[in-house]
């Protein structure tokens, strides 16, 4: 069983910046691939962002390329999510969520624990 929590979430202006935290206990992941989703009210919950589990390779949605980063630290079983220039489209509740091996990280249903999520709110 493992268990993810995540942190650094509130409320910022647009052009701030949040990072988050997804602190993993439980079993260590770092053999995994891990991801940022969020959902917005009235909307479906979209990938936002993966890492390898070495952290040698991310992937990012389009709508944050350029402006968030993606990192993980192994040692500390805990992956980041940087956010600059936020914008309001940002405000969400951001997931963070484990990866399975040879799976798609850009599909929710293959990552296998979900935290319970953190609100970013970007006021204009």
């Known amino acids: 069983q493992v268990q993810l929590v995540e942190s650094g979430g509130g409320l910022v202006q647009a052009g701030g910046s949040l990072k988050l935290s997804c602190a993993a206990s439980?079993?260590?992941?770092?053999?995994?691939?891990m991801g940022w989703f969020r959902q917005a009210p009235g909307l479906e919950r979209e990938f936002v962002a993966a890492?390898?589990?070495?952290?040698?390779?991310?992937y990012y949605a389009d709508s944050v390329k350029g402006r968030f980063t993606i990192s993980r630290d192994n040692a500390k079983n805990t992956v980041y999510l940087q956010m600059n220039n936020l914008k309001p489209e940002d405000t969400a509740v951001y997931y963070c969520?484990?990866?399975?091996?040879?799976?798609?990280?850009?599909?929710?249903?293959?990552?296998?624990?979900w935290g319970q999520g953190t609100q970013v709110t970007v006021s204009s």
């Open positions: 969520a484990l990866g399975q091996l040879q799976s798609s990280v850009f599909n929710q249903h293959e990552y296998t624990y």
């Open positions: 439980g079993r260590t992941v770092s053999r995994y691939p």
């Open positions: 890492i390898s589990w070495s952290g040698a390779i991310t």
